[in-house]
C-alpha cells in the first residue's frame, strides 16, 4: 500500500468519524433511562426569564416520560430555523408570526408572555413622561424584535407625530442612553433594564404601551404542526413539564435561582434574583391559566403586522396558534405536589 493510498484512507477515516461526532452531538441525547428525548431551543442565553425552562427540565421532565436538551441561544441564533420534528422552541410571537407567514409549517402551543413587556424609558431630567413627549426628542428602536412595532403601535394610539421624532437605531446596551449620547428614549423590558437604572441609582420615567391600548404578545412556546399531529403525547408531556417548571417558580424563586446557577454559573445572580421578582407575574400572572391565552385577544397584534406590512397575508387566529394539547393537559392535570 502507498503512502498516498494510506493518506487517503486515514483522510477518509478522519472525515467519517468527525462527521459522527458531529452528528451525536446534534441528536437530542436523553441521559434518563427510558424517557423520550428532545429539545428546547432558547432565543437567548441563559437568564433567569428562562427560568421555568430550567426548572422543567431539571426537576419535571422525567415526571412525564421526557427528557428535554436545552438550547441556549445568542445575536444570530434562531429557533425558528432550528426547530425540527419533535423540537421545540421559544421566540417572541411576532417573529412566530412573521415566520408563519413565510411559509414556515410551525405553530404557537403555549405563551409563556400573555402580555408583552416591552416599554420606553426616559431620563427624568429629560421631562418625558408620556408618548407626547417624544415630539422633538431622540427615540431609540432596536434594530430587531417587536419594540420597533410596539412603537409605531403607541404612536398611533397615542396621536404622536412621529414626523417630529428623531427615530434613531440603538443597541440593548442602555449606557450611551444613561449618557444621553445617543438618544432621550431607550426602549426596554419593564422587568430587566429598570434594575440596571436602580442599582445606580438613577431617576427615570417609563411610558408602558399597555397603558395606551398596546396588547402584543411575548415569548411563546411552539413546535412544527407535524410534532402536533403525529406525535401528541410528547407535545402535551413537554407542556405539563412547563407547567410545573413555571409554577414551582412562582411558589418558590430561589430554587429557581439555585437552578439557573447551577446551568449557568458565572450568572449575576443579586441581579436576576430581582429581575426575577419583577418579571415573574408575566409568566405566571395571577388568575391567569400558565400558558393559556385567549385567542380573542391577538387580533391586535396581527393587525399591526399587517399594517406595517410586516407580514403579507391576513392570517386566521388557527394559522397561528393551537392551544388544543395545552387544554387536554389542563383537563386531565393534578395539582402540582
Given at each position: 500500500?502507498?503512502r ?18 458531529w ?17 428546547l431551543y ?9 427560568s ?28 425558528l ?6 423540537d ?45 413627549d ?37 443597541s ?5 442612553f ?13 422587568y430587566?433594564e429598570?434594575?440596571?437604572?436602580d442599582e ?48 414551582k ?13 447551577k ?23 395571577k ?9 380573542q385577544?391577538?387580533g391586535?397584534?396581527i393587525?399591526?403586522l399587517?399594517?406595517t406590512?410586516?407580514i ?26
Amino acid at each position: 500500500m502507498t503512502r498516498r493510498t494510506k493518506i487517503k484512507i486515514f483522510s477518509a477515516t478522519l472525515v467519517v468519524v468527525s462527521f459522527g461526532v458531529w452528528l451525536f452531538e446534534k441528536l437530542p441525547r436523553s441521559p434518563v433511562p427510558g424517557t423520550t428525548a428532545t429539545r428546547l431551543y432558547l432565543n437567548w442565553i441563559f437568564t433567569a426569564t428562562f427560568s421555568g425552562d430550567i426548572v422543567a427540565a431539571g426537576q419535571y421532565a422525567k415526571k412525564y416520560g421526557i427528557s428535554i436538551q436545552l438550547e441556549p441561544g445568542g445575536e444570530g441564533s434562531d429557533p425558528l430555523k432550528l426547530v425540527r420534528n419533535n423540537d421545540f422552541g421559544v421566540a417572541s410571537a411576532d417573529e412566530i408570526i412573521r415566520a408563519i407567514d413565510k411559509g414556515v409549517d410551525v405553530r404557537i402551543i403555549g405563551v409563556a408572555q400573555d402580555q408583552h413587556p416591552a416599554a420606553f424609558a426616559a431620563l427624568a431630567s429629560s421631562g418625558i413622561s408620556k408618548p407626547k413627549d417624544f415630539e422633538g426628542k431622540r427615540v431609540g428602536l432596536l434594530g430587531f424584535g417587536a419594540t420597533g412595532l410596539i412603537y409605531a403601535a403607541l404612536c398611533k394610539n397615542a396621536g404622536v407625530d412621529r414626523s417630529k421624532v428623531t427615530e434613531v437605531v440603538v443597541s440593548p446596551d442602555i449606557r450611551p442612553f444613561i449618557a444621553g449620547k445617543v438618544n432621550d428614549v431607550q426602549p426596554i423590558f419593564i422587568y430587566d433594564e429598570p434594575v440596571t437604572l436602580d442599582e445606580q441609582h438613577i431617576k427615570y420615567s417609563i411610558v408602558d404601551p399597555r397603558d395606551y391600548g398596546v396588547h402584543f404578545k411575548g415569548q411563546a412556546y411552539f413546535t412544527t404542526t407535524s410534532t402536533i399531529h403525529n406525535n401528541p403525547n410528547l407535545v402535551r408531556n413537554f407542556l405539563s413539564a412547563e407547567l410545573d417548571g413555571w409554577t414551582k417558580v412562582a411558589s418558590d424563586p430561589e430554587s429557581a435561582i439555585a437552578a439557573l446557577h447551577k446551568i449557568a454559573p458565572s450568572a449575576d445572580l443579586k441581579r436576576e434574583r430581582e429581575l426575577l421578582k419583577r418579571g415573574i407575574v408575566f409568566f405566571v400572572p395571577k388568575g391567569h391559566q400558565v400558558l393559556m391565552s385567549d385567542p380573542q385577544t391577538w387580533g391586535d397584534m396581527i393587525r399591526t403586522l399587517r399594517d406595517t406590512n410586516s407580514i403579507s397575508q391576513d392570517l386566521g387566529i388557527d394559522q397561528v396558534l393551537d392551544l388544543e394539547p395545552l387544554k387536554q393537559v389542563y383537563a386531565s392535570r393534578k395539582p402540582l405536589s
